[in-house]
Every structure is written in C-alpha cells, then in structure tokens.
C-alpha cells in the first residue's frame, strides 16, 4: 500500500506541474500576442525574468485587481504582468500546510520515504517536519512523540491525501472516542433525569467525576468537584485530599454531609468528606 501511495504521489505531482506549465505558457503566449498588436506589431523582449520593452516609448496596458493601468515604457524596461497571471504561477500549489499531531516515528519514515522520490519532484512539492513534544493526552500503548508535518508548494487535494495518509486512522479513533463520549453523556444525562432525589444527612456516595473547578474563598482558593451519584442525582463540594489523583470520569466514593438544593432536589451539596477514595482508573 506504501509503494502504491507513492507512486500515485508522484505521478499526481508530476501531472500538476505539466499542467501549470502548459497553462502558464499559453497565457504567457497570448499576452505576447496581445501586447504586440498594442504596439503596431513589434513584439516585447522577452527573458526568464519576463517580457521586457524593445524600444522608446513602448506602450502597455495590465490590469491589478479591478483596476486597469497603462505606461509608457523605455527600452529594456520590465513590462509587470496582469494580476490574472499570478494563480497560473502557482495553479492548483497551495503556500504551506501544517499537519498537527502526527506521531513522529510515523513523520520521520514518511518523510524517509519521500525523499526517495526522485529530486525534481521534491523540488516541486517540499515536505518537513518541526521538533517533537510529548503528547500528554496520547492513550495509553500509543506514540507519544508527536510533530508538526509541513507540506509546501503542493495541490490541496495532495494535501489532503498526504494527512489522511499520515493521520487517517488516528482521526478516526478520535471520532470514535468522540461519538463514545457523547453516547456516554446522553445515557448519564437520561439516568440523572430518571434518577433519585438527592437525599440528605449523612450520606455515601459512589459515582463518577464530571468535572473540577477552582473557587475562591475566605480561605482561598478551593477546588470543588462535580460528581454523579449512581443513583442519579448530583454532587457539588470540595475535594477531599485523598483524592488528588482523580481525574474526570474517574469513579470514586467518600461519605459526606448532604444537603438537597432548593432549586432542585436531583442536585446536592457536600461538605466535610471522608473515607474518599479511587475506585478505578480512566480508561
């Protein structure tokens, strides 16, 4: 599959490029033509650099945007190009793309691999790679090293190919655990609703983590945590320091003080926990 994707790479950008010169040169013709008959049918010098006036005088008209313009010109001068020429300088060819997150090991052999192609066709489309970082939200089993993936001068739909390429199977894991987190949500969401009120009174709790925030106090700064109960209804009080290594989803237990809320009796509030503890990892 990897020698495959290559060669259609490299034939792909080969194809791009035949076609821009061809586009190029046929615009570049006309113009030719175009700026000739302006001038009583005596024709521009013409360079690498562009075209360029034969004599004295030498009229000539382009056009920037929606406005048009017209000089006279002294021999050897450079004649500027319409501003319709400058897509065709680059067609299809896109500045740069940067590809985020991509494990290194999987950066390191692509490019490995593309440097193998042959020398005009890396001249055409350039790719590189940043520093690697450690990604901390990396699961568990899978590289850690990540990189930026830089792509130049190449077609957006070569682009798109190289980062499917590249990242296809990790986007799609990505959408998976999304799709999972929301069904997730849903179904905790549905079992708070249907739930049981939140009792009051001494009170054990065991259920899963949704979320922490840092509040201030006359003390200072407290962090609360948000937990629902097994049973349904909902938690809200500060977390005890048995459980600084919890996470969110992470499921715990601890015995605390409950009050009901007066808004709403599916939601509580806590206060001096204890026998808190971590029943289990996040997956």
């Known amino acids: 599959m990897s020698k495959q994707f290559f060669n259609w790479l490299e034939q792909r950008i080969n194809d791009y490029e035949q076609a821009r010169e061809r586009g190029l040169k046929a615009y570049e013709t006309r113009w030719k033509r175009v700026v000739t008959e302006r001038n009583d049918g005596v024709e521009p010098k013409e360079s690498s650099a562009g075209l360029h006036a034969p004599i ?3 009229v000539y008209t382009w056009a920037k945007g929606d406005h048009e313009f017209e000089s006279t010109f002294l021999a050897g001068q450079f004649l500027p190009w319409s501003s319709e020429r400058e897509p065709l300088t680059c067609g299809a060819f896109i500045d ?3 590809i985020a997150g991509v494990p290194a090991a999987r950066a390191d052999k692509f490019i490995e691999r593309y ?23 990396a699961e568990a089993g899978t590289d850690k ?22 990242m296809g199977d990790i986007y799609k894991l990505q959408r998976l655990a999304i799709e999972q987190s929301e069904a997730e949500r849903a179904a905790r969401n549905k079992a708070h609703e249907e739930g049981e009120d939140a009792p009051e009174g001494r009170v054990e709790i065991t259920g899963t ?12 700064d407290v962090l609360k945590m948000l937990v629902q109960d097994d049973r349904g209804f909902r938690v809200w009080g500060s977390v005890p320091k048995s459980l600084d290594d919890a996470e969110r989803e992470s499921r715990i237990s601890f015995t605390a003080t409950l009050a009901q809320s007066d808004k709403d009796s599916k939601f509580g509030f806590f206060k001096r926990p204890t026998k808190a503890a971590v029943l289990e990892e996040v997956a």
């Open 56 to 58: 004295d005088g030498y």
């Open 96 to 98: 740069e793309v940067q």
């Open 115 to 137: 440097e193998q192609m042959p020398a005009e066709v890396r001249k055409i489309v350039r790719v590189s790679r940043s520093r690697s970082w450690v990604d901390r939200y």
């Open 145 to 166: 090293l990540v990189c930026y993936v830089y792509i130049s001068k190449c077609p957006a739909d070569l682009c798109a190919a190289i980062e499917d390429y590249l």
């Open 209 to 220: 983590v949704l979320s922490f925030k840092w509040q201030s106090s006359d003390y200072g």
